[in-house]
């Protein structure tokens, strides 16, 4: 008998929201997709989901736009206003690529504005157990957890080998960076609920096995 998948109400920015984000996590859930610029207040949010775009303006995180930055203001506002601040900080939340970007900064973090390498997929490795898996990349501006205490998040998953030769701030100058550095892949965040996938698990390349692990990670790291 077909198991039947949990029915899913997702919260997303508009309905321009590509398909694939919505496809991925249907291999897991009944998604029923709601658009936020036309939620109502009755409507009951399982999952706050935060795609792929431009980066994070870095005010946010008090630095400066480099050189090799490129923003939305009006995305930003939106989606801090009205998906992050506006709803409980309970409801779970996904972030993928700059979504990822977008959570690590909503929950206090920073981020490195341009690092080199990492817009192929390479390895990852799941820090709990050494398990390595390819995963889809197209980002050259990573998460930075490391200003927050240690309890308030916890790397998943972390780039296999250091991929870039450079990690610039917003002055377009190194980051000075913590002894116990990683390019980090996928980040939790207690305070905001948040889980953070870097990479690009919902494209038709990536690995099916990749699929499965962020969606394991989903399931049991949001309780969903």
Not at 30 to 44: E, T
Not at 53 to 72: C, L, M, Q, W
Not at 103 to 132: D, F, K, M, P, W
Request: aromatic letters at 10%; hydrophobic letters at 30%; one cysteine or more.
């Amino acid at each position: 008998m077909k198991e039947t998948k949990k029915k899913l109400n997702v919260l997303i920015n508009s309905n321009d929201t590509p398909r694939n984000y919505i496809d991925f996590l249907n291999l897991a859930y009944d998604v029923n997709p709601i658009c936020a610029k036309n939620m109502n207040i009755d409507d009951q949010i399982d999952l706050i989901l935060f795609a792929g775009g431009e980066d994070v303006s870095p005010a946010h995180y008090g630095e400066k736009i480099g050189s090799r930055t490129f923003t939305n203001r009006k995305r930003d506002e939106f989606e801090f206003d009205y998906m992050f601040h506006r709803l409980s900080s309970k409801i779970p939340k996904l972030g993928i690529c700059r979504g990822a970007q977008f959570l690590t900064v909503a929950s206090g973090g920073s981020l490195i504005q341009h690092v080199a390498n990492h817009g192929n997929s390479h390895l990852i490795e799941l820090l709990r157990n050494g398990n390595v898996y390819e995963m889809t990349s197209t980002h050259h501006q990573m998460m930075y957890p490391y200003n927050l205490d240690p309890q308030a998040y916890t790397i998943h998953a972390a780039s296999k080998y250091y991929l870039s030769d450079t990690y610039l701030n917003g002055n377009d100058e190194e980051k000075e960076l913590p002894t116990n550095f990683l390019e980090c892949e996928i980040v939790y965040y207690n305070n905001s609920n948040s889980l953070c996938i870097q990479g690009h698990p919902e494209f038709a390349n990536c690995p099916e096995e990749t699929k499965q692990l962020c969606l394991k990670l989903i399931k049991n790291t949001l309780n969903l």
